[in-house]
């Protein structure tokens, strides 16, 4: 069974900081990519970072400058470093991995439960 769970979600003012982290369990092959995407109420799921296993990163217009996105491929874990949050960013944050299965060579996409962000005074 692969899992992912995420973890580092909260409560934060207006400026603060927060770190998320994502950590795939199970028995895989290797991992293409991992990101993190994220759904406000009333609002679609979007995109906000993702890097690849080569260190590649990809980041929404908004959150460029203020969120880093950074992995450790030997771990099958990923980060998201959030600095000068706003109130905009609050939502669920769900963790995104690609990955090959270890039984059947096949490329395989998984989502972790989401972890909370919310941004207020």
């Known amino acids: 069974q692969v899992q992912l769970v995420e973890s580092g979600g909260g409560l934060v003012q207006p400026g603060g900081s927060l770190r998320l982290s994502c950590a795939v369990s199970g028995k895989i092959f290797s991992i293409n990519a991992m990101g993190w995407y994220r759904q406000a109420p009333g609002k679609q799921r979007e995109l906000v970072a993702t890097?690849?296993?080569?260190?590649?990163?990809n980041y929404a217009d908004s959150v460029k400058g203020r969120f880093t996105i950074s992995r450790i491929n030997a771990k099958n874990t990923v980060s998201l470093q959030m600095n000068s949050l706003k109130p905009e960013d609050t939502a669920v944050y769900y963790c995104?991995?690609?990955?090959?299965?270890?039984?059947?060579?096949?490329?395989?996409?998984?989502w972790g439960q989401g972890t909370q962000v919310t941004v207020s005074s």
């Open positions: 995104n991995a690609e990955y090959i299965d270890i039984v059947v060579v096949t490329t395989v996409e998984s």
């Open positions: 890097i690849t296993s080569g260190g590649i990163t």
